[in-house]
């Protein structure tokens, strides 16, 4: 089963709106953390959320985190090309970090 | 500044073959390590983890094996390769549990 998915496989904005990526977990975490992957390279990291933090912001990207319903998101204002990417979530628990299935963002101009 | 280099870039093997890909972190000590898979398309799958020398934990099996023999050096491993091992492989560091990930570049592993 799998412990973090995001809910869309994929979405498409134009270039300046705002998107939000979702996400659904079923275990219990010490963080949540966002990845983005751009093709053909390794996972950067966006944004890590803690258990006992509700939300964060990294310039445009802000992640919320709700433990109640073992759900996040990340929401990205000012979209630009450049930030078309595949978007993962992950759970980390002591070590084991498990990546959801990921979102496609296509931003066009 | 931290650095984290992979080898090779890429790889084409055969079934049946054996198979080594390597990882070394340059400006921390006592990284934690950790190997990941990914098909074409597909999610990152943590295989092992390693948080000291000597010592790697599994998460999934897939007839490989990982070794950490220096602080700064991670090895995954097979003597059999199987089609299926073919895919995306990324090898990653972090200071300590808990914090984000720090991935290499990568290696494009393709069995025949």
């Known amino acids: 089963s799998q412990l973090a998915e995001e809910n869309s496989w994929a979405l498409s904005v134009h270039e300046g709106e705002s998107v939000t990526v979702n996400c659904s977990y079923k275990?219990?975490?010490?963080?949540l953390q966002w990845y983005r992957q751009k093709s053909g390279k390794g996972p950067a990291q966006l944004i890590l959320?803690?258990?006992?933090?509700r939300e964060k912001r990294n310039g445009r990207l802000r992640a919320t985190l709700d433990t109640s319903s073992q759900s996040s998101s990340l929401s990205i204002t000012a979209t630009r090309c450049e930030d078309t990417a595949v978007y993962f979530c992950?759970?980390?628990?002591?070590?084991?970090?498990?990546f959801g299935d990921g979102t496609q963002l296509v931003v066009k101009p | 500044a931290q650095t984290i280099h992979q080898w090779p870039v890429a790889e084409i093997k055969a079934v049946g073959s054996p198979l080594s890909l390597g990882c070394t972190i340059k400006?921390?000590?006592?990284?934690?390590l950790y190997w990941y898979w990914q098909a074409t398309g597909g999610t990152l799958q943590q295989l092992f983890y390693?948080?000291?020398?000597?010592?790697v934990e599994s998460v999934v099996q897939l007839n490989l094996s990982a070794s950490r023999p220096k602080d700064d050096q991670f090895i995954l491993s097979t003597e059999k390769l199987l089609l299926s091992h073919s895919g995306f492989y990324l090898c990653?560091?972090?200071?300590?549990?808990?914090?984000?990930?720090?991935f290499g570049h990568g290696t494009k592993l393709s069995v025949l």
């Open positions: 390693s948080i000291t020398v000597g010592q």
């Open positions: 959320i803690r258990s006992n933090e």
């Open positions: 400006g921390k000590s006592s990284p934690n």
């Open positions: 275990t219990s975490i010490t963080a």
């Open positions: 992950a759970t980390d628990s002591n070590n084991r970090i498990f």
């Open positions: 990653a560091w972090s200071p300590h549990s808990n914090e984000r990930l720090f």
